[in-house]
């Protein structure tokens, strides 16, 4: 079955780029989430990278995907403290009607 | 176009009690999806419905717990005799076509006491 692990924590200063990093086990895996969460709300979409991407960009968000080490990175350029959040990245399973989702990255913007 | 509408949002419920959580889907979203998450955690699939059918509910505890997605209405997680265990948060999404694009409502937070 799919496993997906993720860094508890980052903390970084408002400006600075922050990299949240992510496991992945399912090799066939044809596309991976990232989604974001805050306080007491429900999780927002953010972006989406198919298998046979190594890089996609989307304003001050680029995803990078190593799929021989299985490894998903969201970058988030000149974070703001409103990018404060706990960060999901989530696979698919074959049949693409489950995600299983990492535990979250909690990311604390300090200004 | 309005999101993927939860409701309640947060419901308490003594021991014993029954819960009822609903998801409204997008416009135009016959695939739903339900997520629990447990504090500190991340979602964890329970049930995947399509209009009238349960597609898959593999995630779905045995006992207690059940899932609907009627022709006409929201889809109904329903949560019978709670514990303090239920306590959670629940999340409801949607896609068109069960492909991509799935949306995640706000959630329902049940708090068992």
């Known amino acids: 079955g799919e496993d997906v692990e993720q860094s508890l924590f980052l903390s970084v200063r408002e400006g600075d780029s922050s990299v949240i990093n992510c496991t992945y086990t399912d090799s066939s895996s044809t596309y991976l989430y990232w989604y974001k969460q805050e306080p007491g709300a429900g999780l927002q979409l953010l972006t989406y990278?198919?298998?046979?991407?190594d890089m996609k960009q989307d304003q001050r968000l680029t995803v990078l995907l190593n799929k021989k080490d299985k490894h998903l990175s969201l970058r988030i350029a000149d974070t703001q403290t409103g990018d404060s959040a706990i960060y999901f990245c989530?696979?698919?399973?074959?049949?693409?009607?489950?995600?299983?989702f990492g535990g979250g990255t909690r990311l604390m913007v300090k200004p | 176009n309005a999101g993927v509408m939860q409701n309640p949002r947060h419901l308490v419920r003594r021991r014993g009690q029954e819960a009822r959580l609903r998801c409204s889907p997008m416009?135009?979203?016959?695939?739903v999806y339900w997520y629990r998450q447990l504090p500190e955690e991340g979602l964890k699939f329970m049930v995947y419905?399509?209009?009238?059918?349960?597609?898959?509910e593999s995630g779905m505890p045995k006992e207690r717990f059940s899932a609907e997605f009627p022709k006409e209405g929201p889809s109904i997680l329903r949560i019978q005799q709670v514990v303090r265990g239920d306590s959670a948060a629940y999340f409801c999404?949607?896609?068109?076509?069960?492909?991509?694009?799935?949306?995640f409502g706000e959630g329902s937070w049940l708090t068992v006491v």
């Open positions: 990278i198919f298998s046979n991407m």
């Open positions: 416009k135009g979203h016959s695939h």
């Open positions: 989530a696979e698919p399973n074959n049949a693409g009607n489950m995600l299983t």
């Open positions: 419905l399509q209009k009238e059918n349960i597609i898959d």
């Open positions: 999404a949607s896609s068109p076509d069960g492909g991509i694009t799935i949306y």
